[in-house]
């Protein structure tokens, strides 16, 4: 199954993704961390998350960008949870200099090869399309490759669901979610 989990900043969606993961998974499991932590916000978000997944069962991989290469360490996987998309594609675009549609191309098979590799993929993304401020060339340019990739894997995902206020609102895969209610 490839789920894909979206919401605002603060929304909830790691914590409906986490769940969803841990109720699908059948054995060995991964959390995908793409955050490269430069600054105390970015730590102290780092140290949340990983109390958030304490006693889950996950084994962590910090893979900020290059998830390629990285994809056949995760191979006996059952269960995979990256998050974040955002970050994974800010790491590619700034870290790696990677232009827009070299990025969307890179990202997008690389969750093909990550969604084939291990039964049960959950992908945690960002909503940040919801104000109308104008954004420099540099944001929006980012802001476009995130909606890009966010619809491609929305597409080819089994689940998708959007987290508003720790609500989950189910857009596809009702009936794959079946017998999970409970969790979303």
Request: aromatic share 8%.
């Amino acid at each position: 199954m490839l789920a894909l989990v979206s919401g605002g900043v603060a929304s909830g969606k790691s914590e409906i993704a986490e769940n969803l993961a841990v109720s699908l998974n059948k054995g060995k499991m991964a959390y995908i961390a793409t955050m490269a932590a430069s600054d105390e916000e970015c730590c102290n978000r780092v140290v949340k998350h990983r109390r958030m997944r304490d006693g889950k069962g996950f084994d962590t991989f910090e893979f900020s960008y290059g998830l390629f290469d990285k994809i056949p360490v995760l191979s006996g996987c059952h269960t995979a949870l990256l998050e974040c998309m955002g970050n994974l594609i800010a790491n590619e675009m700034y870290l790696q200099e990677r232009s827009p549609q070299d990025t969307i191309d890179c990202i997008i098979n690389d969750i093909r090869l990550l969604s084939v590799t291990v039964p049960n993929t959950v992908i945690v993304t960002s909503t940040i399309f919801e104000d109308f401020k104008a954004y420099d060339d540099f944001t929006a340019g980012y802001i476009r490759v995130l909606a890009e990739i966010n619809s491609a894997i929305a597409a080819a995902a089994d689940v998708v669901i959007e987290s508003v206020c720790a609500i989950p609102l189910i857009h596809k895969g009702m009936k794959e979610l079946s017998g999970y209610e409970d969790l979303v």
